[in-house]
């Protein structure tokens, strides 16, 4: 076997193992999800899907559509947005707007919905749940038997926290945890308009008032409307003496304040009753207000809750359905705060629709794809033309991406850079920026190419974030973060230091695979080339992160009244500010030379992973707004970069040997 052959099956081994660990690291976040058999469902209109789309309603601090509240409610519960059917023969896939809509009015149904993901199939068949998978999709139906006992856990697990902290938690018992919250958000859901659907139980019909008829009289919002006058007259009935009320009377007060105790639904589906107010509240929370305040428009509450009634008792799909639906998007609309109109709702439905990052991310594969068909045959015409096809489709997929990143920033009303989730979208964008006019100088094909394969991973990392995250990221910031200039420049500098650091780090992997298969050992001017880039994308990322930091110092000194607190997350921008330092000057020195600068590269991508994402994991720090948790991704990044690591020393060791034995073969061939 020759030296060729050697180096070559030590790449392919290297590469195996890395894609190994990234593919280990996507298999952990994917669930394959099966179509469940519900033979009565019934898909809801397009009309009534786009109608219930735009419907305003309040979550996370801010006034958002309906379809964006259920999609997260969706994420949280589910794990997906799209959760496949099978009924009437044909297998259907349902979003989160229906899926909400069935919660709401027609929970029959979606108590038959696969809405559960548990990831132990151990926890379940303790809970007398039985299931042969390791993970499954269970529906509310299959689950509730076990509503008791998981309760019962998890009160006991919960006791067991405060008692010794979540770490002494084994993994059943914070799955049960989880599994009891996801119950009660489930619960909470459906029942936030179980007055619509149920109606209020009147008792003896031959009882009621000869002028009310059964439906009225059924309604909740008929006994709202008159509540005053039914507390008046209880008044004057006990002023009188009379001690026993008509039994109607005591049903709809114990009726009236029964609905008025669900203050604590989590649907905001109502604008406050004071202009001066800006919480939102369920119909119940609204109810519960009057009730404890005993005077406000008892009026209006009545119709906002004759509005849901009305809704609830016409047919699923029906023109009569869709008619109060409106009714229910109009009122809304009618009565948003004047920062908010119906066009920003409107913006945030297409938003999502649009799929941009979907579309960017659809185009960076395509146009990884093209580039490596180039690779074939660079020189030759069809190299020209594959070229030219990736720079233009890589170009289409930077705008899918830079447009949804504007359009976030408008609908949010501030920078770009807010939260966590926010600088992946951004970090992404702008190493592909950087890499792209990197190729517009260069001309060599190998920038353009990395800038595609970030791509990839950005938007990639992007949708594992948010979906395991299952949070609204255009929710409005913590107070400490409320001000779009320090936004738009500490913020914005520092993510784009982190841009510069990752895309340095990934051209050195480039460069010590190139290495190691001896590909580029003749062509020292591409050597010298990548040294270069690198080296200049270091100062690139020295300039930003140092003037981030400062930045940063300046906010904190304005907020906090200190400069430097050595906060984990000052700590880590210091980090990359002094590594790039040290880069920059042992190459001045001569004590590093181009394996070097390449391997503390490579390092460098670590030192930028562990300032961007992992002291966001310690949960120390005045950087309280960026903790997270489940971000153990990180560790598998770290293990990347150390086989990359590793890569290069077997490379510069290879090369090591063969430069030392070039010179006794070219004397024996001189001396022969």
């Known amino acids: 076997m020759n030296k060729k052959s050697i180096r070559w099956i030590l790449v392919i081994v290297f590469l195996m193992i890395q894609f190994a660990i990234v593919a280990w690291t996507i298999k952990g976040s994917y669930q394959k999800t099966e179509a469940r058999e519900v033979p009565e469902y019934q898909r809801w209109s397009e009309e009534i899907i786009a109608e219930a789309k735009v419907i305003p309603v309040q979550d996370g601090g801010r006034i958002k559509p309906l379809s964006s509240y259920a999609r997260f409610q969706m994420l949280r519960l589910f794990g997906a ?35 559960f993901r548990v990831d132990n199939a151990d926890l379940l068949n303790a809970l007398g749940v039985k299931t042969e998978k390791r993970r499954a999709r269970l529906s509310f139906k299959e689950v509730e038997p076990a509503y008791n006992e998981i309760g019962r856990r998890s009160t006991e697990a919960g006791k067991k926290a405060e008692a010794s902290g979540e770490d002494s938690l084994d993994i059943q018992e914070k799955q049960v945890i989880e599994l009891a919250r996801q119950m009660t958000s489930y619960m909470s859901l459906r029942s936030t308009l179980a007055f619509a659907r149920d109606g209020v139980d009147i008792g003896k019909e031959e009882e009621l008032p000869a002028h009310l008829s059964k439906d009225l009289a059924s309604r909740l919002s008929t006994w709202v409307g008159v509540y005053p006058e039914v507390v008046n007259t209880v008044i004057k009935l006990r002023e009188e003496g009379t001690d026993e009320l008509p039994a109607h009377i005591e049903t709809i007060l114990r009726q009236v304040n029964f609905y008025g105790q669900s203050l604590g639904t989590p649907s905001a589906l109502l604008p406050p009753l004071k202009k001066d107010e800006e919480e939102w509240h369920s119909p119940g929370g609204q109810l519960a207000i009057l009730l404890k305040d005993r005077q406000g428009d008892w009026e209006r509450v009545a119709g906002e809750i004759k509005i849901f009634e009305d809704i609830a008792r016409e047919e699923v799909n029906s023109a009569e359905f869709l008619a109060t639906l409106k009714v229910w998007e109009t009122f809304v609309s009618a009565n948003l705060p004047e920062e908010t109109s119906k066009d920003s709702i409107k913006k945030e439905v297409s938003y999502y629709e649009a799929n941009y990052f979907k579309n960017a991310l659809v185009f960076f594969i395509l146009a990884f794809v093209i580039s490596a068909l ?119 500098t520092v993510t784009l230091g982190y841009a510069g650091g990752l895309v340095a780090c990934f051209v050195s992997h480039i460069y010590v695979h190139l290495r190691l298969a001896g590909v580029v050992e003749d062509n020292k001017k591409f050597q010298r080339f990548m040294t270069r880039a690198v080296y200049g994308i270091v100062c690139f990322t020295l300039l930003f992160s140092l003037v981030g930091t400062v930045l940063g110092g300046i906010w904190a000194n304005d907020s906090w009244g200190r400069f430097w607190g050595w906060d984990p997350k000052e700590n880590g921008a210091l980090l990359i500010v002094l590594w790039t330092l040290i880069i920059l000057h042992a190459r001045l020195a001569g004590y590093i030379s181009d394996w070097g600068i390449h391997l503390a590269s490579i390092f460098m991508g670590m030192v930028v992973a562990f300032s961007w994402w992992h002291v966001n994991m310690l949960e120390v720090g005045l950087h309280s707004y960026g903790f997270i948790k489940g971000g153990e991704v990180i560790w598998y990044f770290y293990l990347i970069e150390l086989v990359a690591i590793v890569i290069g020393v077997v490379a510069w060791f290879v090369n090591r040997k063969v430069s030392s034995k070039e010179p006794a073969l070219v004397a024996e061939e001189t001396v022969a």
């Not at 029959?108 to 919905?113: N, T």
Request: contains cysteine; charged residues 15%; glycine residues 10%.
């Open 81 to 115: 947005l799209k959760m496949p059917i099978k009924t009437g023969g044909e297998t259907i896939k349902i979003g989160p707007t229906e899926w909400l809509l069935d919660l709401y009015f027609r929970p029959e149904l979606a108590d038959q919905l696969p809405t």
């Open 374 to 492: 180039s690779w074939f045959s660079p020189a030759s015409k069809f190299g020209v033309i594959t070229y030219r096809a990736t720079a233009v489709v890589a170009i289409i997929a930077f705008c899918y991406l830079a447009w949804g990143i504007f359009q976030r920033s408008y609908i949010m009303g501030r920078p770009p850079v807010g939260n966590l989730y926010d600088t992946i979208p951004f970090i992404t964008a702008g190493a592909v920026l950087l890499l792209g006019l990197g190729e517009l100088v260069t001309r060599r094909r190998l920038l353009l190419a990395v800038a595609c394969g970030l791509g990839i991973a950005g938007i990639f990392l992007s949708f594992r974030y948010e979906f395991g995250k299952a949070s609204d990221h255009m929710d409005p910031l913590v107070a400490v973060l409320n001000s779009n200039y320090w936004l738009a420049t500490h913020v914005v």
